[in-house]
């Protein structure tokens, strides 16, 4: 079945995404992306005349992606009558464990092209962003001194690390992490730890 020019750009941005995630884009070639997506380096120049424009490509795919799910976190957080914050960092924190060649791709980014990185995340992540301090701003408790949005940027990086640098293979030590997660930032914030009795 002969693929759409479409469906094949998707591929080859996949294919460059988990390359990129593995190698980091500066030891990537685009041979191997080509090789992971299936095709010759022919026919991918085809599409992307050269790695900066592929690295771009991931990048709008990423925040497509980003937009795609803002809105159910959204929802999710409608529809809890309670402890909207934990319910938040739990979102977030699965959103990253589904998509953790995306959090590897940013770790080495942000290692390799700091500036670059921090600006497109400052830009895509703005509505999670105003989400998050939303979300704080309708606690009745916030402390004096609170920063909610140096707590986000610090919850971002704590959970982008923990997905890009945690096996998935490792799920036990993942769950580990994510509970001492949540009780790190509740610790940070405005609110009270939760309680023992939650997962």
Do not use: C
Not at 6 to 29: K, P, Y
Not at 73 to 102: C, K, M, P, Q, W
């Amino acid at each position: 079945m002969r693929r759409t020019p479409l469906a094949q750009r998707d591929r080859i941005l996949e294919a460059a995404l988990a390359t990129f995630a593995t190698l980091g884009t500066n030891a990537s070639s685009i041979q191997a992306v080509a090789d992971r997506a299936g095709m010759s380096k022919q026919a991918l120049l085809h599409y992307f005349p050269t790695k900066a424009n592929l690295h771009a490509g991931v990048y709008e795919l990423l925040a497509l992606r980003f937009r795609q799910q803002l809105p159910g976190v959204a929802s999710e957080l409608v529809s809890r009558s309670h402890d909207r914050y934990r319910g938040l960092i739990e979102a977030v924190l699965e959103r990253f464990d589904d998509n953790t060649d995306a959090a590897r791709f940013l770790a080495f980014d942000l290692l390799e092209r700091p500036d670059e990185v921090l600006a497109w995340l400052r830009s895509e992540a703005a509505p999670w962003l105003g989400l998050i301090k939303g979300v704080v701003e309708q606690s009745n408790d916030v402390k004096d001194g609170f920063d909610p949005e140096a707590h986000v940027a610090v919850l971002g990086a704590m959970m982008l690390m923990q997905s890009a640098l945690v096996p998935r293979s490792d799920k036990r030590w993942r769950q580990r992490m994510k509970k001492a997660t949540v009780r790190a930032m509740h610790l940070s914030s405005h609110l009270d730890p939760p309680s023992r009795t939650r997962g």
